[in-house]
Nanobody
Framework: QVQLVESGGGLVQAGGSLRLSCSCE??????????MAWFRQGPGKEREFVAA???????YYADSVKGRFTISRDNAKNTVYLQMSSLKFADTAVYYC?????????????????WGQGTQVTVSS
C-alpha cells in the first residue's frame, strides 16, 4: 500500500511562488522505484497532468507550466516537490500527488496507481 500526503498549498498573489510537497509512505517497495507525478483540477475542469518525475530520473511537464514549474524528488526523504513560480490565476486548482509502480507511462491519470487527497492552491489576480 502507498499513502501520499500533500502539503504546501495556500493563497498566493499572481506572479508569486509556492512549493508543494508530497510525502510517500510505501510498504514493500522503495520510494525510488515509483514514478511520481502532480496533477491538478481547477473549478469546473477535469483533472489534468502537471508534471512527472520518472524512476529513471526523467522529468515531464505540461506545456502550460513549462518554464514556470519544477518537479523534484528526494528519495532519502520519500518526498516529491513541485516548485511553482510566476503563478497565474489559471493555476488555481486542487493539486494532487500521484504514484505509479512502474516506469513513466504517460500523462493520463489512469497511468497512476495511487493518489493523495490534494492540496488547494489559490492564485489571486
Amino acid at each position: 500500500q502507498v499513502q501520499l500526503v500533500e502539503s504546501g498549498g495556500g493563497l498566493v498573489q499572481a506572479g508569486g511562488s509556492l512549493r508543494l510537497s508530497c510525502s510517500c509512505e510505501a510498504s514493500g517497495r522503495t520510494f525510488s522505484t515509483y514514478t511520481m507525478a502532480w496533477f491538478r483540477q481547477g473549478p469546473g475542469k477535469e483533472r489534468e497532468f502537471v508534471a512527472a518525475f520518472s524512476r529513471r530520473g526523467n522529468t515531464y511537464y505540461a506545456d502550460s507550466v513549462k518554464g514556470r514549474f519544477t518537479i523534484s524528488r528526494d528519495n532519502a526523504k520519500n518526498t516529491v516537490y513541485l516548485q511553482m513560480s510566476s503563478l497565474k490565476f489559471a493555476d488555481t486548482a486542487v493539486y494532487y500527488c500521484a504514484a505509479d509502480e512502474g516506469s513513466y507511462r504517460g500523462s493520463h491519470s489512469s497511468s497512476y496507481d495511487y493518489w493523495g487527497q490534494g492540496t488547494q492552491v489559490t492564485v489571486s489576480s
